[in-house]
């Protein structure tokens, strides 16, 4: 198992509680940055029941 600069983010579906992986892109500074409102989103369809998420990272 080798580490990507990516981290995999592992949510459950409100619909169907299937596990959906979403894959995050790194950010240059997320934990230094907060107060500057740039919360960043990203949209993810369930692969089980098409259900669209929404997850949001900061
Ligand atoms: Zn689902």
């Known amino acids: 198992?080798?580490?990507s600069d990516r981290?995999?983010?592992d949510v459950g579906c409100?619909?169907?509680n299937?596990?959906?992986t979403a894959t995050?892109?790194?950010g240059p500074g997320?934990?230094?940055?907060r107060d500057s409102n740039?919360?960043?989103g990203r949209d993810t369809v369930c692969h089980n029941c098409g259900?669209?998420?929404?997850?949001?990272?900061y």
Request: proline letters at 10%; aromatic letters at 6%; hydrophobic letters at 40%.
């Open 24 to 26: 995050v892109p790194p």
């Open 1 to 3: 198992m080798s580490r």
């Open 38 to 40: 740039r919360l960043q």
């Open 51 to 57: 259900h669209e998420l929404e997850l949001y990272y």
């Open 30 to 33: 997320i934990a230094s940055d």
């Open 18 to 20: 299937a596990i959906v």
């Open 7 to 9: 981290a995999n983010m």
């Open 14 to 16: 409100p619909e169907c």
